[in-house]
């Protein structure tokens, strides 16, 4: 596939991977032997401003039933979502008994706010385990892909909705059209979709390379959201930047002319193209930024290991499969990976193989330095871990520049 997946023109690769293992395939040591890799290549459309993956594995290879990301470990992300649900509620909900559609509801960490106040609702959730989640949670949920034929039933079922949502989950959908066609067709004349997603313009202001993962079909700025939604006859009427993931945009979307824009969409469109996002010379400079960025951290990590550090990861995030694949991070750098995530714990990192050990044995013997993987929880964790940093452990992070924090 040369060819964009939004507006068919021929796309620009920018920057190779190489080999990548799935971002959330956490293995145990029988199953080294059948780990699947693929190609991993970020590309940018010329014409309609869209960067994209040119290779995706196979949705079933993703959303498993050991699917390992669960929305609610994350006590920030929890309040995120609650203040998320509140905007709902207030500017775009009618009084009488509305109706709330939230695509990829996960362990129902946005959709349990709404079931709180009697708000009807239902979540779309394939990855089994994260659905059953949401449905001991008293949620309504469907084990199933969003799309145009789903969007059907549900309109037959249920009705239309006031709201559809999505937080983190359009950007892993590859056959976008079939899910804004289906997302047009589910709302009201008068309803909004409401979705956020990681920034394209902080991926390359942070130089965030982790950003990109099999999961991450696509890398959003304001300009390519426009323009595929516009090709359904909906339209962006406002964007607002938010503090999550590392840098995410909010979206609202209503059917064309529905409700009166805000000046914030051109005024980001404005931005986009002073920034050059629309040009692919940017995205060369973002391959040697990324590059830089790769011989800094590993020429760290080595002069640690030559000076007798230990090194342990914190967080074994999705964005870490990138980082310690393309770097070519092993266990001889970093000792295990702590994460609170029971599914992940006892497994291994995949790709590298790197033991993910439970947050105890972090707490018990620190290490010399935490390499920071979930540095888009940095305001939640570093306040907490008071005790490492008095025990004189010290945080590397890579994103936006390779450090030592002090
Ligand atoms: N919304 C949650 C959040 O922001 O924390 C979960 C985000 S998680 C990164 C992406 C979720 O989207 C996963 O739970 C995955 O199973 C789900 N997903 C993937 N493809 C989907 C599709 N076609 N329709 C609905 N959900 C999908
Ligand atoms: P995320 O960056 O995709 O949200 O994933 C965060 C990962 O980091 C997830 O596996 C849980 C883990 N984590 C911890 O181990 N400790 C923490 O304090 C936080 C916030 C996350």
């Known amino acids: ?33 059948n780990e699947y890799f693929f190609e991993l290549v970020v590309a940018f459309c010329p014409s309609c401003c ?12 993703m959303f498993t039933p050991h699917y390992a990301y669960f929305s609610s470990t994350s006590t920030s992300m929890a309040t995120h979502f609650e203040k998320f649900s509140h905007q709902v509620i207030a500017d775009y909900l009618p009084p009488h008994d509305p109706f709330v559609v939230e695509i990829g509801c996960n362990d129902g960490i946005l959709l349990e706010q709404f079931a709180q106040v009697g708000i009807r609702h239902l979540g779309i959730e394939p990855s089994a385990n994260v659905a059953q989640v949401a ?26 909705a006031d709201a559809v949502l999505g937080a983190n989950v359009l950007c892993h959908i590859p056959y976008l059209h079939s899910v804004v066609a289906g997302i047009k067709m589910l709302l009201k004349p008068g309803g909004v979709l409401v979705f956020e997603d990681p920034y394209l313009g902080d991926i390359l202001d942070k130089t965030a390379y982790d950003q990109i993962y099999d999961e991450h079909a696509f890398y959003f700025s304001v300009t390519s ?19 999550v993931h590392g840098g995410s945009m909010r979206y609202v979307v209503t ?7 805000s000046a914030a969409v051109m005024a980001h469109c404005e931005r986009e193209k002073a920034l050059g996002l629309e040009q692919p010379e940017t995205f060369e400079g973002f391959r040697r930024r990324t590059e830089r960025s790769r011989e800094e951290l590993m020429a ?66 620190y290490p010399d330095h935490a390499l920071l993987f979930a540095w888009n929880h940095a305001r939640e964790i570093i306040p907490k871990e008071r005790g490492f940093q008095a025990a004189g452990g010290k945080w590397i992070v890579y994103v936006p520049k390779v450090q030592i924090l002090i």
């Open 1 to 33: 596939m040369s060819k964009c997946r939004i507006c068919q023109v021929e796309y620009v690769p920018f920057l190779s991977f190489g080999k990548m293992p799935l971002a959330n395939g956490f293995l145990a040591s029988d199953q080294f032997r």
């Open 50 to 61: 869209m960067v994209q993956l040119s290779e995706q594995p196979s949705r079933e290879r």
């Open 135 to 160: 449905v001991n949670k008293g949620l309504r949920a469907l084990q199933r892909y969003f799309d145009e034929d789903l969007a059907r039933e549900i309109v037959a079922e249920y009705g239309q």
């Open 225 to 243: 959201v426009r323009y595929l939604f516009q090709r359904h006859g909906l339209e962006v009427v406002d964007v607002m930047p938010q503090n």
């Open 255 to 261: 059917h064309e002319g529905a409700r009166k824009g």
């Open 300 to 365: 760290l990590l080595f002069k640690l290991k030559r000076l007798g550090k230990r090194v342990v990861g914190y967080g074994a995030t999705s964005k870490s499969t990138t980082v310690i694949n393309y770097c070519g991070i092993t266990r001889d750098l970093v000792e295990f990976i702590s994460d609170t995530t029971p599914i992940k714990q006892g497994k291994f990192s995949p790709g590298a193989h790197i033991p993910v050990r439970p947050y105890t044995e972090f707490t018990a013997n």
